[in-house]
């Protein structure tokens, strides 16, 4: 509870890093209003599986994108393809339509969203050094906060107005619930649910989700791609589980334990978000030292899950460590709680990732649509896993570029 706000230095107005925003909110009447809207109506698991459609659809495109791709020929750039599945997603189910139906402002979104990646990295940086260094941040990035903002506001006001036209037109269709509370409490006087709050909500889940997915998606295929042998075992899985004449689907995965290791392992030595960024509320006692109030709380969840300590041969791949019937050391019990402490792609407690099980869904699919359908001949025959460091991301150093070739000779079926 003591480390469950964040105390950013924001700047009023702005979309990003601005006083409306959900990830820099304080813990408080706001951040639990929104936290408790986004996990009924967009993230927790009921909302996850009535949206299960929409999914479903991006990844039937996904994958057709891929077949092009082969009988082409062509090689992919798997960040690429990753990127317009997963902001699809969103972005569906966000506003009830897909971004790739809105072809220039989906472009526009996903450039905005790159945009913002490179500025939070400067502004993270910034804002966790202590004053007057965080208030010097964001005067530095004033400029350039107001240019995004600006930018942002133009192709959310189109995509928002759209909404509202189309669903006073079509009474609910293809409605999303989310947005339709937020619209409404706007217009409500009681409440203080600003459009300003709507935008910079929906900037907040675009960033959040988009880079980081995208991130996983393609460090869970290099190591897969790498390690040819942990392919094998995973197609033998999907086979069993799946067959070989429909296309894999949200529902499969939760049968794959393997499947499911794999995507873990890659979050544990890959984790797209590698810092968690608190501030304790109040002064107090850590292991004999004195905390101040206001302290900044950095954890960094890379070296954490590499600990030599916490994890055996923690600079391997090796996704059995996550299998439930791998022998474990002690109780069940303290095993789990154990994890709970070690494993955290997505940060833990209150403000941990309220997108997780989106997450593992979304890459889950893509993931398994890769693995399922096509060979892949790799550029260099191996995949460079050099890292980019130094940055709020740890993304590849070098673009995951490779050529699909088709596995079976007739499209798979989809439930869709
Ligand atoms: C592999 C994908 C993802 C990773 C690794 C990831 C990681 C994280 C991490 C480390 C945090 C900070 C947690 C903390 O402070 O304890 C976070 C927060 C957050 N994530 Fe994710 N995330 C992913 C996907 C998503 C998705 C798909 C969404 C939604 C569309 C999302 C929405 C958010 C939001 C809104 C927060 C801020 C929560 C708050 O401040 O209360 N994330 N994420």
Redesign the pocket.
Known sequence: MNVST?TFPTNEGSLFFGSSN??T?PYGDY?KFI?KL?TTKL?GPQALERSRGVRADEVNRFYLDLVDKAVKKESVEIAEKAMKLISNN?GKMLMGKSLSEYDEEADKVRGLVAETDVMSKKFFLAAILREPLAKLGVSLFKKDLASLTLRYDEVLEKILGDYEDRHKEEEHNQSSEMLDVLLEACQDRKTEITRNHIKSLLV??FV??TE??TI?IQWTMAEIFNNPKILERLREEIDLVVGKTRLIQETDLANMPYFQAVVKEA?RLH???PL???TFSDGCKVGGFDVLEKTTLLVN?YAVMRDPYLWEDPEEFKPERFLPASPRSGGQEDEIKDEVLKYI?????R??????N??YL??GTAIGVMVQSFDWKIEGGKVNMEEVRGTMTVAMAHSLKCTPLLRYPNPLTSLV
């Open positions: 964040r959900f990830t909110a951040w936290n986004i993230l969103i907040d889940l959040a989700g980081t997915s996983n979050l984790p797209p978000g968690v960024i608190r969840s792609p997505f940060g833990s407690g403000r941990g990732c309220p997108g997780s989106l997450a979304s890459a």
